[in-house]
């Protein structure tokens, strides 16, 4: 099990989840994007150069995203 103290390199904020689901299923990250809701979902989306979306809600509202959104029904509109 890993804890929020364990800087193995599968655990965010590193990329090293992404990295490893890239080359399981040949993902091209710069035609990929990630979706999450905390800081290090944004750090590990920008450590690995993937296009990230911020889920507005109330634990970080005071966290600045270049792409905040507050329904994942948005994407669909700024991806297209």
């Not at 090293?16 to 080359?23: C, E, K, N, V």
């Not at 450590?47 to 948005?74: G, V």
Request: glycine letters at 2%.
């Amino acid at each position: 099990l890993h804890d929020d103290h364990d800087m193995c390199k599968c655990r965010k904020p590193l990329p090293g989840l992404i990295f490893s689901a890239q080359s399981k299923w040949n993902i091209d990250l710069t035609k990929s994007v990630m979706v999450g809701d905390t800081e290090k979902d944004y750090y590990a989306a920008k450590n690995s150069k993937i296009q990230f979306y911020l889920i507005s809600n109330m634990l970080n509202l005071d966290f600045e995203a270049e792409n905040r959104i507050t329904d994942i029904s948005e994407i669909i509109k700024k991806i297209n």
